[in-house]
Nanobody, 126 residues
Framework: QVQLVESGGGLVQPGDSLRLSCAPSGGTFRFYAMGWFRQAPGAERKFVATISMNGGNVRYEDSVKGRFTISRDNANNTVFLQMNSVQIEDTAVYFC???????????????????WGQGTQVTVSS
């Protein structure tokens, strides 16, 4: 089983930028579709961004389009979420996820993912 580890979260101000990273603690996700989800306190886990196995298909939640960019570096076995112009509403625990079935499809549904990281906290506060 692939174990994912997120990093890069922290406390930032509105308008700031930060970059989240996701890497496996063992194995590789070279052939997996990857996604980012987030969960605010008291809320359900929500889709943020996803990228297909080869990076040819990406999808974003509407509120992050134009601000966030998901990318993957398969050579270094890392997935990123570049977060620009962050807003208070972006505050959440951000989770990295991997899908090993139909990995050429960038799915937005959390139930389609097979592996999850422990999450990294992003707090946007003025």
């Amino acid at each position: 089983q692939v174990q994912l580890v997120e990093s890069g979260g922290g406390l930032v101000q509105p308008g700031d930028s930060l970059r989240l990273s996701c890497a496996p603690s063992g194995g590789t996700f070279r052939f997996y579709a990857m996604g980012w989800f987030r969960q605010a306190p008291g809320a359900e886990r929500k889709f943020v961004a996803t990228i297909s196995m080869n990076g040819g298909n990406v999808r974003y939640e509407d509120s992050v389009k134009g601000r966030f960019t998901i990318s993957r570096d398969n050579a270094n076995n890392t997935v990123f979420l570049q977060m620009n112009s962050v807003q208070i509403e972006d505050t959440a625990v951000y989770f990295c996820a991997a899908q090993d079935f139909n990995s050429h499809v960038a799915t937005i549904f959390s139930l389609d993912y097979d592996y999850w990281g422990q999450g990294t906290q992003v707090t946007v506060s003025s």
